[in-house]
């Protein structure tokens, strides 16, 4: 079993930035795929960003490729997703995922690939 606990969403306005923390504790894998999702009210859950707990595999989605980044902190078991030049599309509940798998399997798949989730955190972006 393994836990996810997000923190660190706001409301910010457009051009601002945000870090997400995702916590992570339970079961001690030697290696897992994590990622960052977000779902706008009435659309479907879309892949943002993944890695592999080992800091490899970075991926993002296209949308924001060059404003977000994805990084591991092992020694704290958390995950952060830094947020910059922030626009109103950005804003939606951004949730924490994990999987179990090796490192060749990490990739910025769909929600049904990720087994484990976080409560979620709300960004909203004011333009």
């Known amino acids: 079993q393994m836990w996810l606990v997000e923190s660190g969403g706001g409301s910010v306005q457009t051009g601002g930035s945000l870090r997400l923390s995702c916590a992570r504790s339970g079961r001690d894998y030697s290696g897992v795929c994590m990622a960052w999702f977000r779902q706008a009210p009435g659309e479907e859950r879309e892949g943002v960003a993944v890695i592999y707990t080992d800091g490899s595999r970075a991926t993002y989605a296209e949308e924001v490729e060059g404003r977000f980044t994805i990084s591991h902190v092992n020694d704290k078991n958390t995950l952060y997703l830094q947020m910059e030049s922030l626009k109103p599309e950005d804003t939606a509940t951004y949730y924490c995922?994990?999987?179990?798998?090796?490192?060749?399997?990490?990739?910025?798949?769909?929600?049904?690939?990720?087994?484990?989730w976080g409560q979620g955190t709300q960004v909203t972006v004011a333009s």
């Open positions: 995922a994990a999987a179990p798998v090796p490192r060749a399997l990490c990739e910025l798949g769909t929600a049904d690939d990720f087994s484990y």
